[in-house]
T-cell receptor
């Protein structure tokens, strides 16, 4: 059964304190792994797609990496506006474009 | 462009009442999706429509029906609401050839 687990559930950081969020997955053939950002009261917003182990994507203070079992979202020198819930999802090769989602990591950046 | 829009934003129902959640998009999405989001759980797919005129069940379809009225609109109907259907509902769209899903702002539904 395809499964996605995100850790930690919540993370509190000081402004400027770098850290990483984890997304562990099991899927029978990975078509893609996705990272989304969700602000309170809003729908998820797309950040990255990763397709194969070793791939990396960057956007401002965020960098996503992928191995065969997990993905990391690295946050470098975060600012308060980076506070949000970060969601990870995977798509298997047999999934007909359906995604399996993790429960998310709530990130709080204190000024 | 309005993107993906959903109505209503909030709704309170009594057990047994029915309602339809509306979703519309102006982004030329071929595929559209309905999800529910519950605390401590990942988004769960209720139904999806790969193209106009087709609909398929997702992970948690029981108690729901959908209609892909045209390419722009995809509605979700609760025929007899139950407290277990209290949740936040999101509609999303995707263009063929792209993996990115665009989400609406959500509908927060409470069933008493």
């Amino acid at each position: 059964e395809d499964q996605v687990t995100q850790s930690p559930e919540a993370l509190r950081l000081q402004e400027g304190e770098s850290s990483s969020l984890n997304c562990s997955y099991t899927v029978s053939g990975l078509r893609g792994l996705f990272w989304y950002r969700q602000d309170p009261g809003k729908g998820p917003e797309f950040l990255f797609t990763l397709y194969s182990a070793g791939e990396e994507k960057e956007k401002e203070r965020l960098k996503a990496t992928l191995t065969k079992k997990e993905s990391f979202l690295h946050i470098t020198a975060p600012k308060p506006e980076d506070s949000a819930t970060y969601l990870c999802a995977v798509q298997g090769v047999d999934s007909n474009y359906q995604l399996i989602w993790g429960a998310g990591t709530k990130l709080i950046i204190k000024p | 462009n309005a993107g993906v829009t959903q109505t209503p934003k909030f709704q309170v129902l009594k057990t047994g009442q029915s309602m339809t959640l509306q979703c519309a998009q102006d982004m030329n999405h071929n595929s559209m999706y309905w999800y529910r989001q519950d605390p401590g759980m990942g988004l769960r797919l209720i139904y999806y429509s790969a193209s106009e005129g087709t609909t398929d069940k997702g992970e948690v379809p029981n108690g729901y029906n959908v209609s892909r009225l045209n390419k722009r609109e995809f509605s979700l109907r609760l025929e007899s609401a139950a407290p277990s259907q209290t949740s936040v509902y999101f509609c999303a769209g995707r263009t063929s050839g792209s993996n990115e899903q665009f989400f609406g702002p959500g509908t927060r539904l409470t069933v008493l």
